[in-house]
């Protein structure tokens, strides 16, 4: 982790840079979504909240994705929340780093950055010797979360599922103004 030098009234402390961007509260998700990131966000979000929740937080997005339980536990923890969130794509907020980004009132994107929605896949477990009402579970309930995402988007966009549906068939990809314009993003920085 990157130090920075700082006058305290100690004298000069070495600080790591993310507890003073904390202090400012500006958090960052700049890996993939799993249980450990997403834990680390709850508690960073669940202590800025305790700090003030009038406040605004802004939460720095640039990943791939990940898995959809860890993301949509921080996302629902931040519909909890009091505080206003301001998330701001940095690179890429692809999959369920898109979701994310959606949790933000203000949702606001770098000139260059990219967002990419769809509809989640099957996790990589083999379907091998397993029987039809079996396999047809685990299509059920991939169809809940499918819906589930989809109305979190449609929501945040004021589209239709019907317009979700036919854009995260395929890994769909959206410039800052392209984001703007769909209603994925409410700002683009540095135009």
Do not use: W
Request: proline fraction near 2%.
């Amino acid at each position: 982790m990157a130090n920075i030098l700082k006058e305290t009234v100690r004298g000069i402390e070495t600080v790591q840079i993310e507890d003073e961007l904390l202090r400012g509260r500006e958090i960052f998700l700049t890996r993939e979504v799993d249980a450990q990131s997403s834990g680390e966000l709850i508690k960073q979000l669940m202590y800025l909240e305790r700090e003030d929740s009038e406040k605004e937080i802004t939460l720095y997005i640039n990943s791939p994705g990940g898995e959809v339980i860890s993301g949509l536990a921080v996302y629902d923890y931040i519909q909890f929340m009091k505080a206003p969130l301001r998330t701001v794509c940095l690179g890429t907020a692809a999959s369920m780093g898109a979701i994310l980004f959606l949790a933000g009132e203000k949702r606001e994107m770098f000139l260059h950055t990219r967002l990419m929605i769809h509809d989640p896949s099957y996790s990589h477990r083999d379907i091998g010797g397993r029987k039809p009402h079996e396999i047809q579970h685990e299509l059920d309930k991939l169809n809940e979360t499918r819906e589930a995402l989809a109305r979190i988007i449609a929501d945040k966009t004021k589209k239709s599922m019907e317009e979700i549906y036919e854009v995260t068939a395929d890994d769909t990809y959206y410039s800052a103004k392209e984001a703007v314009d769909f209603g994925l993003a409410t700002g683009i920085i540095g135009k």
